[in-house]
Protein backbone atom coordinates (compact mmCIF):
# COMPACT_ATOMS: atom_id res chain seq x y z
CA UNK A 1 0.00 0.00 0.00
CA UNK A 2 1.00 3.65 -0.56
CA UNK A 3 0.45 6.21 1.97
CA UNK A 4 1.62 10.07 2.60
CA UNK A 5 2.38 11.68 5.90
CA UNK A 6 2.61 15.22 6.61
CA UNK A 7 3.26 15.49 10.06
CA UNK A 8 2.95 19.30 10.63
CA UNK A 9 -1.04 20.10 10.41
CA UNK A 10 -0.51 23.44 10.63
CA UNK A 11 2.98 26.10 10.74
CA UNK A 12 2.79 30.12 10.92
CA UNK A 13 5.98 32.24 10.54
CA UNK A 14 6.59 35.53 9.90
CA UNK A 15 7.13 37.16 6.89
CA UNK A 16 10.56 36.68 5.40
CA UNK A 17 11.74 33.50 7.39
CA UNK A 18 12.37 30.28 5.88
CA UNK A 19 10.08 27.13 6.46
CA UNK A 20 10.32 23.85 5.98
CA UNK A 21 7.37 21.76 5.12
CA UNK A 22 8.04 18.00 5.50
CA UNK A 23 6.38 15.17 3.66
CA UNK A 24 7.41 10.95 4.72
CA UNK A 25 5.87 8.31 1.98
CA UNK A 26 5.45 4.78 2.18
CA UNK A 27 5.70 2.50 -1.40
CA UNK A 28 6.77 -0.87 -1.89
CA UNK A 29 7.09 -0.09 -5.48
CA UNK A 30 10.65 1.07 -7.12
CA UNK A 31 9.88 3.14 -8.99
CA UNK A 32 7.66 6.49 -8.31
CA UNK A 33 6.90 9.84 -8.70
CA UNK A 34 6.65 12.38 -6.07
CA UNK A 35 4.50 15.93 -6.36
CA UNK A 36 3.95 18.89 -4.08
CA UNK A 37 0.39 20.98 -5.04
CA UNK A 38 -0.72 24.38 -3.50
CA UNK A 39 -4.31 25.08 -2.12
CA UNK A 40 -4.95 28.28 -1.82
CA UNK A 41 -7.80 29.90 -0.02
CA UNK A 42 -10.21 29.58 -3.95
CA UNK A 43 -9.27 25.58 -3.06
CA UNK A 44 -7.88 24.93 -6.93
CA UNK A 45 -5.11 22.51 -7.04
CA UNK A 46 -1.70 24.45 -8.23
CA UNK A 47 0.75 22.25 -9.62
CA UNK A 48 4.75 23.19 -8.10
CA UNK A 49 6.51 19.82 -8.82
CA UNK A 50 7.04 16.13 -9.99
CA UNK A 51 10.07 14.42 -8.96
CA UNK A 52 11.28 10.84 -10.31
CA UNK A 53 12.19 8.64 -7.93
CA UNK A 54 15.67 7.62 -9.74
CA UNK A 55 16.30 11.36 -9.78
CA UNK A 56 17.63 12.46 -5.99
CA UNK A 57 18.78 15.65 -6.83
CA UNK A 58 17.34 18.46 -5.35
CA UNK A 59 15.98 21.06 -7.05
CA UNK A 60 15.48 24.47 -6.71
CA UNK A 61 12.78 27.34 -8.37
CA UNK A 62 13.22 30.78 -7.10
CA UNK A 63 12.64 30.76 -3.37
CA UNK A 64 11.34 27.29 -3.42
CA UNK A 65 13.68 24.08 -2.90
CA UNK A 66 13.40 20.54 -2.64
CA UNK A 67 14.96 17.91 -0.95
CA UNK A 68 14.65 14.15 -1.99
CA UNK A 69 16.14 11.64 0.42
CA UNK A 70 15.19 8.35 -0.89
CA UNK A 71 17.37 6.81 2.29
CA UNK A 72 14.99 8.16 4.59
CA UNK A 73 11.58 8.33 2.33
CA UNK A 74 10.93 12.11 2.62
CA UNK A 75 10.55 14.62 0.22
CA UNK A 76 10.76 17.90 1.84
CA UNK A 77 10.00 21.45 0.66
CA UNK A 78 11.28 24.57 1.57
CA UNK A 79 10.17 28.51 0.93
CA UNK A 80 12.91 31.17 1.39
CA UNK A 81 12.11 34.29 2.59
CA UNK A 82 8.23 33.66 2.45
CA UNK A 83 5.96 36.15 1.51
CA UNK A 84 2.25 36.41 2.50
CA UNK A 85 1.13 34.84 -0.86
CA UNK A 86 2.73 31.87 0.31
CA UNK A 87 0.14 31.16 2.65
CA UNK A 88 -2.12 28.10 1.69
CA UNK A 89 -2.63 24.55 2.50
CA UNK A 90 0.41 22.75 0.75
CA UNK A 91 -0.27 18.92 -0.52
CA UNK A 92 2.53 16.31 -0.61
CA UNK A 93 1.50 13.45 -3.03
CA UNK A 94 2.54 9.79 -4.48
CA UNK A 95 2.30 8.32 -7.34
CA UNK A 96 3.10 4.72 -9.04
CA UNK A 97 4.76 4.67 -11.96
CA UNK A 98 2.87 1.75 -13.44
CA UNK A 99 -0.47 0.27 -12.87
CA UNK A 100 -2.80 3.16 -11.02
CA UNK A 101 -2.28 6.48 -12.00
CA UNK A 102 -4.47 7.99 -9.20
CA UNK A 103 -2.47 10.30 -7.09
CA UNK A 104 -2.29 9.34 -3.45
CA UNK A 105 -2.30 12.22 -1.21
CA UNK A 106 -0.87 13.52 2.47
CA UNK A 107 -3.33 15.20 4.54
CA UNK A 108 -1.81 18.73 3.79
CA UNK A 109 -0.22 21.26 5.96
CA UNK A 110 -1.83 24.88 6.07
CA UNK A 111 0.71 27.00 5.82
CA UNK A 112 -0.27 30.66 7.44
CA UNK A 113 2.16 33.70 6.72
CA UNK A 114 2.03 36.71 8.89
CA UNK A 115 3.44 40.40 7.82
CA UNK B 1 -5.44 29.21 -21.87
CA UNK B 2 -8.99 27.35 -20.48
CA UNK B 3 -8.22 25.49 -17.41
CA UNK B 4 -10.80 22.64 -16.03
CA UNK B 5 -13.67 24.01 -15.00
CA UNK B 6 -16.26 21.87 -13.00
CA UNK B 7 -20.05 22.90 -12.20
CA UNK B 8 -21.87 23.50 -10.36
CA UNK B 9 -19.74 25.45 -7.62
CA UNK B 10 -21.34 24.80 -4.60
CA UNK B 11 -24.36 22.59 -4.22
CA UNK B 12 -26.86 22.14 -1.31
CA UNK B 13 -28.85 18.77 -1.39
CA UNK B 14 -31.24 17.34 1.14
CA UNK B 15 -30.39 14.25 2.30
CA UNK B 16 -31.91 11.67 -0.16
CA UNK B 17 -31.72 13.73 -3.11
CA UNK B 18 -29.58 13.06 -5.85
CA UNK B 19 -26.97 15.56 -7.21
CA UNK B 20 -24.87 15.36 -10.78
CA UNK B 21 -21.46 17.23 -10.81
CA UNK B 22 -20.12 18.09 -14.22
CA UNK B 23 -16.29 18.66 -14.75
CA UNK B 24 -15.34 19.63 -18.50
CA UNK B 25 -11.32 18.68 -18.74
CA UNK B 26 -8.67 20.42 -20.61
CA UNK B 27 -9.22 20.29 -24.14
CA UNK B 28 -7.42 17.51 -26.02
CA UNK B 29 -6.97 15.55 -22.50
CA UNK B 30 -6.96 11.74 -22.50
CA UNK B 31 -7.07 11.25 -18.60
CA UNK B 32 -9.76 12.38 -16.00
CA UNK B 33 -9.75 11.75 -12.88
CA UNK B 34 -12.18 12.45 -9.48
CA UNK B 35 -11.58 13.03 -6.13
CA UNK B 36 -13.09 13.56 -2.54
CA UNK B 37 -11.98 16.09 -0.12
CA UNK B 38 -13.07 15.70 3.09
CA UNK B 39 -13.09 19.35 5.28
CA UNK B 40 -9.34 19.39 6.28
CA UNK B 41 -8.14 16.35 4.74
CA UNK B 42 -6.23 15.77 1.40
CA UNK B 43 -7.94 14.69 -1.41
CA UNK B 44 -9.00 11.23 -2.02
CA UNK B 45 -9.00 9.14 -5.32
CA UNK B 46 -12.68 8.16 -6.25
CA UNK B 47 -12.24 7.23 -10.37
CA UNK B 48 -9.82 7.40 -13.67
CA UNK B 49 -10.70 7.56 -16.92
CA UNK B 50 -8.42 7.00 -19.67
CA UNK B 51 -10.79 8.70 -22.97
CA UNK B 52 -14.98 7.30 -22.54
CA UNK B 53 -13.29 3.74 -20.37
CA UNK B 54 -12.76 4.05 -17.12
CA UNK B 55 -10.49 2.03 -16.10
CA UNK B 56 -10.02 2.26 -12.37
CA UNK B 57 -12.87 2.87 -9.69
CA UNK B 58 -11.87 1.26 -6.87
CA UNK B 59 -12.47 4.32 -4.47
CA UNK B 60 -15.69 5.49 -5.32
CA UNK B 61 -16.92 4.64 -1.85
CA UNK B 62 -20.54 2.48 -2.44
CA UNK B 63 -22.71 1.95 -5.29
CA UNK B 64 -24.16 5.27 -5.15
CA UNK B 65 -21.48 7.05 -6.57
CA UNK B 66 -21.22 6.72 -10.50
CA UNK B 67 -19.38 8.00 -12.96
CA UNK B 68 -19.34 8.30 -16.53
CA UNK B 69 -17.52 9.83 -19.50
CA UNK B 70 -19.71 8.75 -22.56
CA UNK B 71 -17.86 10.66 -25.38
CA UNK B 72 -14.09 11.02 -24.10
CA UNK B 73 -14.80 14.41 -22.99
CA UNK B 74 -17.41 15.51 -20.48
CA UNK B 75 -17.60 13.98 -17.12
CA UNK B 76 -20.22 13.49 -14.90
CA UNK B 77 -20.08 12.23 -11.00
CA UNK B 78 -23.22 10.96 -10.06
CA UNK B 79 -24.42 10.74 -5.90
CA UNK B 80 -27.51 9.02 -5.53
CA UNK B 81 -29.26 9.24 -1.81
CA UNK B 82 -27.08 11.60 -0.84
CA UNK B 83 -26.11 11.14 2.74
CA UNK B 84 -24.54 13.58 4.94
CA UNK B 85 -20.48 11.55 5.40
CA UNK B 86 -21.20 12.75 1.37
CA UNK B 87 -20.44 16.76 1.79
CA UNK B 88 -16.94 17.54 0.54
CA UNK B 89 -15.16 19.06 -1.96
CA UNK B 90 -15.11 16.76 -5.28
CA UNK B 91 -12.18 17.80 -7.35
CA UNK B 92 -11.59 16.58 -11.21
CA UNK B 93 -8.54 16.38 -12.71
CA UNK B 94 -7.01 15.81 -16.25
CA UNK B 95 -3.98 15.15 -17.53
CA UNK B 96 -2.79 15.09 -21.53
CA UNK B 97 -1.92 10.91 -20.82
CA UNK B 98 -2.28 8.60 -18.65
CA UNK B 99 1.43 8.22 -17.82
CA UNK B 100 2.67 9.05 -14.71
CA UNK B 101 5.25 11.67 -15.80
CA UNK B 102 2.22 13.74 -17.05
CA UNK B 103 0.64 16.58 -14.50
CA UNK B 104 -2.58 16.41 -13.24
CA UNK B 105 -4.55 19.57 -13.38
CA UNK B 106 -7.42 20.21 -11.41
CA UNK B 107 -10.78 21.92 -10.98
CA UNK B 108 -11.49 24.33 -8.95
CA UNK B 109 -13.87 21.86 -7.25
CA UNK B 110 -17.31 21.45 -6.68
CA UNK B 111 -18.37 21.96 -2.80
CA UNK B 112 -21.45 19.37 -2.19
CA UNK B 113 -23.17 20.26 1.44
CA UNK B 114 -25.73 17.49 2.38
CA UNK B 115 -28.43 18.93 5.04
Known sequence: AQKVTQ???????????????????????????LFWYKQ???????????????DEQNEISGRYSWNFQKST??????????????????????RRSEGAQKLVFGQGTRLTINP | GAGVSQSPRYKVAKRGQDVALRCDPISGHVSLFWYQQ????GPEFLTYFQNEAQLDKSGLPSDRFFAERPEGSVSTLKI????????????????IFGG?????????GTRLTVT
Open chain 1, 7 to 33: AQTEISVVEKEDVTLDCVYETRDTTYY
Open chain 1, 40 to 54: PPSGELVFLIRRNSF
Open chain 1, 73 to 94: SSFNFTITASQVVDSAVYFCAL
Open chain 2, 38 to 41: ALGQ
Open chain 2, 80 to 95: QRTQQEDSAVYLCASS
Open chain 2, 100 to 108: PSYEQYFGP
